[in-house]
Each structure stands twice: as structure tokens, then as C-alpha cells.
Nanobody, 123 residues
């Protein structure tokens, strides 16, 4: 049974930083991609970043240069710097049996999800 556990959210002021963590437990394959998605109230879930087992990384344009994803085997991290109020959302770790290909931004292509961790950025 696969379990995805994400954590690290919190409340910060604009310009601050947070680091999210995610652990994927129970996976029996080595080749899988790990991503971060976020969803703000009233908005659709959107991809933030993706990292493959080969350390291929991709980011949403809105976070490029501010967020950095990294990975250590079955753990992934998201270092978020210069946070802005528009980054406020529930952040979810997602895992799929594929890399960060052209369809990595579609949440329907992920098999496993964390419970989410809230990030709130004030002015």
C-alpha cells in the first residue's frame, strides 16, 4: 500500500520562505515522478514543480526562480523563497509512474496524493 505524506506548510509574510517535504512510502518501483500541486479556494489545482528519478526538473512559470525542488530517493522537497500572497494555497505532493514529461501538469496523471499542507502568505 502506497502512502504519501506531505508537510511543512505555515504562515509567513510576503518575502518570506518555507520548505515543504514529502515522503512516498510503499512504492515498489524505482522510476517515478514526484510533483507539487497547489489549489487556492475557488481555483483549479495547478502544478508547481516536478522532479523525476533522473533529477529532471520542471516548474510553473509563476514560481520559476523563486521555488526549487529537490529529491532524495523517495523524498522530495520544495524550497519556496520570496513568497507572495498569490502563493497562498493548499499544497499537495503527488506521485506518478512516469517522469516529468509533457503531461506532468495534469493532476489526472498522478496515482498517489498526499493529504495537503496549507501555505498562507500575508501582505
Amino acid at each position: 500500500q502506497v502512502q504519501v505524506v506531505d508537510s511543512g506548510g505555515g504562515m509567513v509574510q510576503a518575502g518570506g520562505s518555507l520548505r515543504l517535504s514529502c515522503t512516498a512510502l510503499g512504492l515498489t518501483i524505482a522510476s517515478y515522478g514526484m510533483s507539487w500541486f497547489r489549489q487556492a479556494p475557488g481555483k483549479e489545482r495547478e502544478v508547481v514543480s516536478c522532479i523525476s528519478w533522473l533529477d529532471v526538473r520542471d516548474y510553473a512559470d509563476s514560481v520559476e526562480g523563486r521555488f526549487t525542488t529537490s529529491r532524495d530517493k523517495n523524498r522530495q522537497y520544495l524550497q519556496m523563497n520570496n513568497l507572495q500572497p498569490e502563493d497562498t494555497a493548499m499544497y499537495y505532493c503527488a506521485v506518478r509512474r512516469a517522469g516529468c514529461g509533457f503531461d506532468f501538469d495534469d493532476p489526472r496523471n498522478y496515482e498517489y496524493w498526499g493529504q495537503g499542507t496549507q501555505v498562507t502568505v500575508s501582505e
